[in-house]
C-alpha cells in the first residue's frame, strides 16, 4: 500500500466542502442522531489511507474500531468477495452452503476449538455466548431455571443491546431505555479477588474483554486473565472472552489471551472477522460447550451466509500465515514510544498493546473531541472516548513512516493547544 503524506499534510482546516455539507445534512435530517461524526465524508479507503469526497486523504487511525485490521480495501479480501458475490450470497441456514464449512473448519483451527457458532455483529456474539452460557449452566452444570448469573467487569463494553446494556456502566448507554435485564453480577476490573468472591452456586460465566476497548485501552495487571481462568476452572464456570476488539492481530497475538498464555471456553470474535466488507461474528468453542445447542434454539437469518462465510474465510487464511500478528508489536512498539514521549507535553498516560493505544490528553488543554477535530484538520482520523482520552488504532497494514507521522500530528496539535 503507498500513502502520499504531501496529500495528508495539505489538509487545511478550512470549513466542510460543499459537497461534504449537503451529504451531511442529509445525514442529519434523515438517520436518527445516535452517533456525532466527526465532519468528514469518507468516498474511499486504500489501505491505512482514506479519501473525502473533496478529495483530501487522511490517515485511518481508528480502523472502524479494529473492524478495518487489514486495510481498506485489501485486494485479496476483496477478491474473495466479488468472487462469492458472482455466485451466491444467501441461503439462509434453511440449507447447506458450500462456503460455511470450510469456514468454521479454519476458524475452529485457528482458535484452538471444536465448534463454531456464526452470526452476525458483534453485539449478536455476546447475546449469542450468554444464550450458550446459560443453557451449558442449566443442561451441563445443573443450575436451576432462571437462576443464572453471570459475572462482568466495571467499565466494559460489549454492545448496545437492551440486554448488554443491562450490565454496562456507562450512563449514555442506559439512561432512558430500562427496564434492564437481571442475571449479572459486576466487580472491578483486574481484581481477580473481588471476581472469585462474586462467584456462587447459580454462576454459570464469567464474561471479560482481554483488554477494555471503549474505556481507553485498559490492560490488565499480567497476572490477571490467568487468575480469572485458574478460578473459573475451579469452580465450574465458563470463561467467556470478548475479543471483538482485541482479537484478529490488534495486539501482536491471534487472540490477547494469547499475550498471557490462557485459553477460555469461549471466543467472542466480530469486526476484524469480515475484514471491513460484511459483518462477520462468530463464538467460538467446545463441543463441549457449544454443544447444548439443538435445532430450533437459536439462528439469525444471515448468519453463516456464503458471502460472509468467504469473507471469514478469507480473514483467517491470512492470519493463518501469522503477518499481521507479527507486525503489530514491531508497528505498536514504535507508536508507543513515540507517544510516550508526549508524556508532560499534553498527554498525561498512555496505554495499549500492540498497534492499540489510549491516550489521555491533559484536559487543561482541551477535551478529547476537540484534539479528534484538530487531528482532523492536519489529515489525521481519530476518536475520543471518556471525555479525555483519545483512542489510535490504525489498519495492521500501516507503514512505519505513517505511525511516525501520526505521533507528529498530535505532538503539533498539543504543542499548538499549549500555545493558546
Not at 458475490?85 to 440449507?95: D, K, M, N, P
Not at 453485539?123 to 437462576?147: C, F, M, T
Not at 427496564?179 to 466487580?187: C, D, H, N, S, Y
Request: charged share 15%.
Amino acid at each position: 500500500m503507498t500513502t502520499n503524506l504531501t496529500d495528508a499534510r495539505a489538509v487545511a482546516a478550512a470549513s466542510v466542502s460543499p459537497a461534504a455539507a449537503g451529504l451531511i445534512a442529509q445525514e442529519s435530517a434523515h438517520a436518527a442522531h445516535n452517533y456525532h461524526p466527526l465532519e468528514v465524508v469518507v468516498a474511499s479507503g486504500d489501505g491505512a489511507w482514506v479519501t473525502d469526497v473533496a478529495g483530501h486523504r487522511y490517515l485511518d487511525c481508528l480502523a472502524a474500531y479494529s473492524a478495518v485490521n487489514f486495510g481498506h480495501s485489501n485486494p485479496v479480501l476483496l477478491h474473495a468477495a466479488r468472487a462469492q458475490l458472482g455466485r451466491i450470497t444467501l441461503t439462509s441456514r434453511a440449507f447447506y452452503n458450500d462456503q460455511l464449512g470450510p469456514f468454521v473448519t479454519a476458524l475452529a483451527e485457528l482458535a484452538g476449538k471444536d465448534m463454531v457458532l456464526p452470526m452476525n455483529t458483534g453485539a449478536e456474539a455476546v447475546e449469542s455466548g450468554i444464550k450458550v452460557a446459560r443453557a451449558w449452566g442449566y443442561r451441563v452444570k445443573g443450575v436451576a431455571p432462571d437462576l443464572a448469573n453471570i459475572i462482568v467487569a466495571a467499565g466494559n463494553f460489549h454492545g448496545r443491546t437492551t440486554t448488554i446494556i443491562s450490565f454496562s456502566d456507562d450512563e449514555s448507554a442506559r439512561a432512558g431505555f430500562g427496564p434492564f435485564t437481571p442475571g449479572f453480577r459486576t466487580v472491578p476490573y483486574g481484581d481477580a479477588a473481588a471476581l472469585e468472591a462474586a462467584i456462587d452456586e447459580n454462576t454459570v460465566a464469567v464474561l471479560l474483554e482481554p483488554i477494555q476497548g471503549e474505556a481507553g485501552i485498559v490492560v490488565p495487571p499480567a497476572s490477571y486473565l490467568p487468575a480469572v481462568r485458574e478460578i473459573t476452572t475451579r469452580h465450574n464456570v465458563l470463561f467467556i472472552a470478548d475479543e471483538i476488539q482485541s482479537g484478529l492481530g490488534r495486539t501482536g497475538s491471534t487472540f490477547a489471551c494469547d499475550l498471557v498464555g490462557v485459553v477460555p471456553d469461549l471466543y467472542l470474535l466480530g469486526k476484524a472477522l469480515g475484514g471491513g466488507i460484511v459483518p462477520v461474528s462468530a463464538v467460538v468453542g467446545n463441543t463441549d460447550v457449544l454443544g447444548v445447542l439443538h435445532p430450533g434454539e437459536h439462528g439469525s437469518t444471515f448468519g453463516g451466509n456464503p458471502l460472509a462465510a468467504a469473507v471469514g474465510l478469507a480473514v483467517v487464511n491470512m492470519l493463518a500465515t501469522g503477518e499481521y500478528q507479527q507486525r503489530a508489536p514491531e508497528l505498536g512498539a514504535r507508536l508507543h514510544a513515540g507517544l510516550r514521549a508526549l508524556i508532560g507535553h499534553g498527554v498525561v498516560a498512555v496505554r495499549g498493546v500492540g498497534l492499540w493505544a489510549g491516550i489521555d490528553i491533559d484536559s487543561s488543554l482541551a477535551p478529547g473531541r476537540a484534539v479528534c477535530e484538530a487531528l482532523l484538520a492536519r489529515g489525521l482520523l481519530a476518536k475520543d472516548t471518556h471525555g479525555s482520552t483519545i483512542r489510535l488504532a490504525p489498519p495492521i497494514v500501516v507503514s512505519a513512516e505513517d505511525v511516525d507521522w501520526a505521533v507528529e500530528q498530535l505532538r503539533l496539535v498539543l504543542a499548538d493547544l499549549a500555545a493558546l
